[in-house]
């Protein structure tokens, strides 16, 4: 019976990192491709967004 429940445990565990990392992956990568279009599209707004300072 213990073992059972370890099992599940383990499993949800598991299955909550693979699915969490699924999540972080897909908002990070939308995020990153709508910077490149915005960034293909106008520069300055890009760099204003992300906070971009230039040379100094």
């Not at 370890?6 to 990568?29: D, R, T, W």
């Not at 709508?34 to 100094?56: D, Q, V």
Request: hydrophobic share 55%; net charge neutral; glycine share 14%.
């Amino acid at each position: 019976m213990f073992t059972q429940v370890l099992g599940f445990f383990i499993f949800v565990f598991i299955f909550g990192m693979g699915f969490s990392m699924l999540i972080f992956l897909g908002l990070f990568v939308g995020y990153w491709l709508t910077l490149i279009g915005i960034e293909s599209i106008s520069p300055k707004l890009a760099h204003k967004m992300i906070g971009y300072k230039g040379e100094e």
